[in-house]
């Protein structure tokens, strides 16, 4: 079956300042790979997600990823934080011939003014 | 117009109660799940359903049941409560099953065991 890990529990970053949230990912097929942001009290929402294609992915609110097979990885990026971008972020991995998304144990974003 | 909504969205009870959470989608989605939310925010896959029927059950204890009378209602019923199962539930559905496709969640449902 499929695994995520997310190296980093907690971040802090500068309002402004550059984030990279990392994820890696387990699965000997292709994987389909997401990210989803959790605001406090709430659900989960779609940030972006690769299944195939150019490795570079454009989400919602300005954020990025790039699937870099080699590495196994996916992380997230935006290059200028905002206040409001505060939350819980999530990297999960389905696969192609079964309903099982995986999720990674998620990594806490605080931002400083 | 609210996607998938959980019901209710806080619950308290005591240990040794039978409860239910209801969740519904508006999406025409074919899969729904159910998803356990623990207090480090590890989120574990409890049961998905295509088209009514279980495809995922996972390691839950069997006082856990889900039901799902149709494809947009998917619920969650639970007895004799535990201690442990103090956590956020979340409901969601994807459109395309077997595919590893896009979740909709539910604002959750927080359970407190007393």
């Known amino acids: 079956a499929q695994s995520v890990t997310q190296p980093d529990i907690h971040i802090t970053v500068s309002e402004g300042a550059s984030l990279e949230l990392r994820c890696n990912y387990s699965?000997?097929?292709?994987?389909?790979l997401f990210w989803y942001v959790q605001s406090p009290g709430q659900g989960l929402q779609l940030l972006l997600k690769?299944?195939?294609?150019?490795?570079l992915v454009q989400g919602i609110k300005g954020f990025e990823a790039e699937f870099k097979r080699s590495q196994s990885s996916f992380n997230l990026r935006k290059p200028s934080v905002h206040w409001s971008d505060a939350a819980e972020y999530f990297c999960?991995?389905?696969?192609?011939?079964?309903?099982?998304?995986?999720f990674g144990a998620g990594t806490r974003l605080t931002v400083k003014p | 117009d609210t996607a998938v909504s959980q019901t209710p969205k806080y619950l308290v009870t005591q240990m040794g109660n039978d409860k239910s959470i209801k969740c519904e989608q508006n999406?025409?989605?074919?899969?729904m799940y159910w998803y356990k939310q623990d207090s480090k925010k590890f989120l574990k896959i409890m049961f998905s359903?295509?088209?009514?029927?279980?495809?995922i059950n996972e390691t839950v204890p069997n006082r856990f049941s889900p039901k799902s009378p149709d494809k947009a209602h998917l619920n969650l019923h639970i007895n004799s409560l535990e201690l442990g199962d103090s956590a956020v539930y979340f409901c969601?559905?994807?459109?395309?099953?077997?595919?590893?496709?896009?979740?909709?969640f539910g604002e959750g449902s927080r359970l407190t065991v007393l």
């Open positions: 999960a991995v389905g696969a192609l011939n079964n309903n099982d998304m995986r």
């Open positions: 690769y299944f195939s294609g150019d490795t």
């Open positions: 969601a559905s994807s459109a395309r099953p077997g595919a590893g496709g896009e979740l909709f």
């Open positions: 999406l025409g989605h074919d899969t």
């Open positions: 699965y000997g097929a292709t994987p389909y």
């Open positions: 359903y295509n088209n009514k029927e279980l495809i």
